[in-house]
């Protein structure tokens, strides 16, 4: 490393800053969402948050509006092509780029055998959280790539490398999102996009509420995670926030497990 280059890093270090940087969250109305718009908006940036809940992401944007912060609502679902073309429509119109994506819509409805598991409910998690963020990828290229440094984040889970029973559904949904993200960012880094997935433990969050409750389920799950807990929302959103921002780079084609040492084991 040059002189310049380390007296430019004791000048201005790397940091966290969304300052004018554009970034379009999905599935922001509730749990992990909710806590990556309050994160990302902590940190300056301007926010397009897209959910099927208008009213919840109302409620979100008064408050980050009182803080100060700049936010654009697209409600609707990733999985209806006209509600994501008007959601790039949004973003077009109002910044005319997009600097980072981070595809967080998902649902995980079904915790029943496979041999129970019909194609219907297979399509219907795969809709959501695998073709879901195919589209808003694809919708939102031509905005990433008029920004100096688009990124787009994945929202995987360690189920997206690790199987557990019952969950067929949203293990595969998950481990398909993988390749997709491999696979875009070997297509985008041309373009200067990146493309990385974060594939997140159980976390505190609705969709958690449940198996949280259970005695037999939350044992389970907490003997096999090293770190002994489920991680909170504001850990999770601490990492979509370095994949997302210039401090990674040269980060693509991967996934930053934040999933209490799981994958490890």
């Not at 194609?119 to 290229?141: D, K």
């Not at 997709?180 to 433990?201: H, K, M, Q, Y």
Request: charged share 20%.
């Amino acid at each position: 490393m040059s002189a310049t280059a380390e007296t430019a890093l004791l000048d201005s270090p790397p940091a966290l800053d969304f300052d004018g940087r554009v970034v379009w969250i999905t599935g922001a109305s509730k749990g992990l969402g909710r806590a990556m718009a309050f994160a990302f908006a902590g940190a300056g940036a301007d926010l397009v948050l897209s959910a099927r809940s208008g009213e919840a992401l109302e409620e979100i944007a008064g408050t980050l509006r009182d803080h100060g912060s700049r936010v654009a609502l697209t409600p609707g679902s990733v999985t209806e092509a006209a509600d994501v073309a008007a959601a790039v429509a949004t973003i077009e119109r109002e910044h005319g780029w997009l600097d980072a994506l981070v595809n967080n819509a998902g649902i995980s409805p079904h915790f029943i055998g496979a041999e129970k598991l019909d194609e219907a409910a297979l399509a219907e998690v795969l809709q959501t959280n695998l073709l879901g963020a195919f589209a808003c990828s694809r919708a939102a290229l031509p905005l990433l790539a008029a920004s100096a440094d688009g990124a787009v984040v994945n929202v995987s889970s360690v189920h997206g490398h690790r199987s557990y029973r019952r969950l067929l559904a949203y293990a595969v949904s998950k481990g398909g999102l993988e390749m997709l993200t491999r696979v875009l960012a070997d297509e985008w880094a041309e373009r200067g996009i990146r493309v990385n997935s974060l594939a997140p433990g159980y976390i505190e969050t609705e969709m958690t509420e449940g198996l949280r409750a259970h005695e037999g389920l939350s044992a389970d799950i907490l003997g096999r995670t090293p770190l002994g807990r489920f991680a909170t929302p504001a850990e999770i959103a601490a990492c979509a926030l370095f994949l997302a921002s210039p401090i990674a780079s040269y980060v693509t084609g991967t996934t930053l497990f934040a999933d209490g040492g799981w994958s490890a084991r």
